[in-house]
């Protein structure tokens, strides 16, 4: 019984990259990608500073950070799809919103736009989010 089940998980594998080997067209129109990024008055300091040989560095810091700012963007070969400001910080809900509001509506994999490209941010990995992907198609 183990081997039947081994056998059915490398055919739906090796079918999977089949298609992805004799599908994709090569042109890079199918990726879009998603990422976040922030700022805050914090982010411009420095920490390490240059002054002439046995001379203390003139090292001057804000001490507030601010108010913090989070864009993130879904961006294609093409240019920006679409982008979204949050005052302060992004959570998996903020970003579930932007995917399901913002983003247009994926196609189905050799289409344009059907690859969505994103990094490792755990607020990227929540199943609800997985699920409205995969319905999509």
């Known amino acids: 019984m183990p081997c039947i089940k081994l056998a059915l998980k490398i055919a739906k594998c090796n079918n999977f990259l089949y298609t992805i080997q004799h599908s994709f ?3 890079s129109c199918e990726f879009v990608t998603i990422d976040e990024s922030s700022k805050n008055e914090h982010n411009i300091s420095r920490r390490y500073g240059h002054a002439p040989i046995r001379m203390p560095v003139d090292f001057e810091d804000v001490f507030i950070r601010g108010i913090c700012y989070t864009l993130v963007a879904a961006m294609s070969m093409d240019g920006y799809i679409s982008q979204r400001v949050v005052e302060g910080s992004l959570d998996s809900y903020d970003f579930f919103d932007f995917i399901v509001e913002d983003v247009p509506e994926m196609g ?3 289409d344009e736009c059907s690859v969505l ?3 490792k ?4 990995h929540t199943n609800t989010l997985q699920e409205t992907l995969n319905a999509q198609g």
């Open 25 to 27: 067209s090569g042109t």
């Open 108 to 110: 189905v994999f050799p």
């Open 121 to 124: 941010c755990c607020i990227h």
């Open 117 to 119: 490209v994103m990094d």
